[in-house]
């Protein structure tokens, strides 16, 4: 059962932040280049990619738990060792990635509300500067991703 917790929890942060590597080293820079970042077919990627990060969310919260709770190293209410204070850390920074996420995916909204009711020749401007309000949030989540995972490998070794 916990080889099995240990397997989906880190398959899920792999989903989640190969994704975002994805998005933010691969598909971001071609579609700024060929201009696509203002186009429907954007919009859609996005949309769908909502849909993993939330899968990923949930799962890394639930198994997140599921460990918290079977390991031996944790004392329900008290972070004092330095093994829970990680764990706080981490868990800190896993709630500044969901409101991110929250962010991101209202400006999805947003973006789609503008395809829907804006003519199509005045839709590029307001979805390019929704691109970079994205742009924003994947990086700021990118970051946050990388240190709780520095985190994690400190927590495992400990
Ligand atoms: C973006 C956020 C997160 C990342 C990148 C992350 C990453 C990881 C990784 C890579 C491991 C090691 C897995 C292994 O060795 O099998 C791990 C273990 C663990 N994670 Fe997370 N995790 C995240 C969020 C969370 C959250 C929100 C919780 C708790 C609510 C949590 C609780 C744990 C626990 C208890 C362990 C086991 C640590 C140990 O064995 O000493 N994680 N995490």
Redesign the pocket.
């Known amino acids: 059962m916990i080889w099995a917790t240990?397997s989906i929890?880190?398959f899920s942060?792999v989903v989640?932040?190969g994704g975002l590597l994805y998005m933010g080293g691969i598909l971001y820079p071609v579609f700024r280049h060929e201009r696509m970042t203002v186009t429907p077919l954007y919009v859609q990627i996005e949309r769908r990619f909502m849909g993993f990060v939330w899968m990923s969310v949930w799962t890394?919260?639930i198994t997140?738990?599921l460990?918290?709770l079977f390991?031996p190293?944790?004392q329900f209410g008290s972070y004092q060792a330095p093994?829970e204070i990680l764990?706080l850390l981490?868990?800190i920074?896993?709630v500044a990635?969901v409101i991110a996420a929250i962010s991101t995916g209202k400006i999805v909204r947003k973006m789609e509300s503008i395809l829907a009711i804006v003519p199509a020749s005045s839709t590029e401007n307001q979805i390019s500067v929704q691109h970079d309000r994205i742009l924003v949030r994947r990086r700021l989540t990118i970051t946050?991703?990388l240190v709780?995972?520095l985190i994690?490998?400190r927590?495992?070794m400990?």
Request: hydrophobic residues 60%; aromatic residues 16%; without cysteine.
């Open positions: 240990r929890h880190a942060i989640w932040l890394t919260a997140g738990i460990l918290m390991s190293k944790f093994w764990l981490k868990q920074i896993f990635m946050f991703g709780a995972l994690s490998t927590m495992v400990s």
